[in-house]
């Protein structure tokens, strides 16, 4: 199929490099000429996990303009994935994406047969219908449903794994103007993924509330396993690991995401859940779990903030490792790291940092302020709390008798995700998310217990006997 891919950023270059690599002939458009000039000269302006060698096997399938008609003109669907950023209210712009769509009408009304404008933004409800297909309608004098089709198609991936989820993902979503263009769409995507997943096909207005509240149901998750995990640090013998693998054996529950540590940040959880409260007050409905989600994500930077000053007075040295909102990526878009670091160098505490691949973003983010390491060890010289924050895989494998050696007197290691729950600690003083702690920094089990544990790298949970007794239960 001959597709054309309007937006090449992090999803849109992704998408379409996949899209290629599977024997489509793909045509990118994109406005920033620096990302045309990269792609025309053969390098990759976007950071994602295999996306460079992605691209260099499948080049011979690609081509790059900077003219929109043209791409329209020798493609079957064009694919719409461009920036639709929240505005003051919460709720998501489409200067954007009306831009491209003023843009390829010419095109589009020149065609002589139909053409599918599939656009994978996420947009408010009735959006597409309302706004959207009238514009293409006025542009070109044609009639959605009979010249063209509109699909609203967006995508359920996660920066860092963008290419694996896209390829594999649990469920196709696909809101469409009619059954012909729906069904373009399916078979588009049927000879892409390498799975069998459950195609969704609805109308566009179900398929905008369905991106939406998709994703603040995950956010709910999130924030219904991190306040379980403040409640178990106040119980003796509780345990946040075990209560939520247990929770989410259940089928109607589930485990991913289900995992007490840091809250949610990035660029779509946090404005999607503004976006869903919004959209529920437009439609004259109260949406009342949302704003609860966001409050108990909202708190967890307060409570890492409370942690490191009942250890350490302002003036001290905090160690921060893992600034990105998540593993994999430099993103540091609503990452409570980054707020975190913000709040500590406030309150004038000395903050050394350290991250994979996220330090040039925050050095920008925070106007220079703080110390920036690019090795973890140098990042605790010296310092008197030490916080494991973004759970990055490398932090598994480091030395924690080294970590022990760099930091300050008598340190504190506050443990977002409990990497070294079984870790041997000689000089921390050990607190984590989700579980009470021994004075000593050892960890408070009822060694009576057969638990389930994922081992540090999230295999298959284990069973494994605790070995540490909570002084209450001696």
């Known amino acids: ?39 025309v000269s053969g390098r990759c302006p976007v950071d994602e996990t295999g996306l460079p060698a992605l691209l ?17 003109q020798h493609s079957d669907i064009t694919l719409v994935t461009v920036p639709t950023p929240s ?5 998501f712009s489409n200067a954007y994406v ?45 009639v959605c449903g009979r010249d063209f089709g509109f699909v609203y198609n967006p995508e359920f991936v996660a920066l860092g794994s963008v290419i694996h989820d896209f390829l594999h993902p649990d469920m196709l979503l696909i809101g469409a103007s009619d059954e012909r263009s729906a069904q373009l769409c399916r078979e588009l995507y049927s000879s892409v993924v390498e799975n069998d997943p459950y195609y969704a096909v609805m109308n566009l207005t179900n398929a905008e509330i369905t991106k939406l509240s998709l994703n603040c ?13 403040l409640i178990c640090e106040r119980i003796p013998g509780a345990d946040v690991d075990v209560v939520t693998t247990a ?27 503004l976006a869903f409260q919004r959209c529920a007050e437009d439609a004259g409905a109260d949406a009342n779990l949302s704003p609860r989600v966001v409050k108990v994500n909202g708190e967890v930077v307060n409570r890492l903030f409370t942690m490191v000053s009942e250890h350490a007075l302002p003036g001290s040295t905090v160690a921060l490792l893992g600034l990105s909102y998540k593993p994999g ?29 996220a330090l040039g973003s925050v050095r920008e983010a925070l106007q220079g302020r703080g110390v920036y390491c690019e090795d973890p060890y140098d990042a605790v010289s010296g310092a008197g709390v030490v916080v494991m924050l973004t759970n990055w895989p490398q932090y598994n494998d480091l030395d924690v008798a080294r970590l022990e050696e760099k930091s300050g007197a008598a340190p504190l290691l506050i443990d977002c ?54 002084p209450a239960l001696a």
């Open 56 to 72: 260099d096997g499948c080049r011979a399938r690609m081509e790059f303009t900077p003219d929109y008609g043209y791409a329209v």
């Open 87 to 91: 505005d003051a209210n919460g709720r």
């Open 417 to 470: 995700w409990r990497i070294y729950r079984n870790a041997t600690l000689k000089k921390f003083t050990y607190r984590a998310f989700g579980m009470v702690t021994a004075p000593t920094g050892g960890i408070a089990h009822d060694s009576r217990t057969d638990i389930l544990y994922q081992d540090r790298r999230g295999r298959t949970p284990v069973l494994e006997r605790t070995s540490v007794q909570h």
């Open 247 to 273: 929770v989410g054996a259940d089928t109607r529950v589930g485990r991913r995401y289900l995992k007490g540590g840091l809250g949610f940040g990035g660029p779509c959880f946090p404005r999607d859940n």
């Open 329 to 357: 990526t430099h993103i540091i878009e609503e990452s409570q790291s980054v707020m975190l670091a913000a709040q500590l160098l406030k309150a004038g505490y000395v903050v050394r940092m350290h991250d994979p691949k």
């Open 98 to 142: 009306e831009a491209v769509l003023d843009r390829i009408a010419g095109g589009l009304k020149a065609k002589k047969t139909f053409h599918v404008v599939a656009l994978v933004s996420t947009v408010m409800p009735t959006t597409c219908e309302h706004v959207f297909v009238p514009i293409l309608e006025k542009l070109t004098g044609k």
């Open 217 to 229: 149901y995950v956010t709910m998750k999130i924030s219904f396993a991190n306040e379980l995990a």
């Open 1 to 39: 199929m001959n597709l054309s891919c309007v937006g090449l950023g992090k999803l849109g270059l992704c998408s379409a490099a996949c899209f290629a690599g599977k024997g489509h002939h793909v045509i990118g458009v994109d406005s920033s000429a620096e990302h045309m000039e990269a792609l």
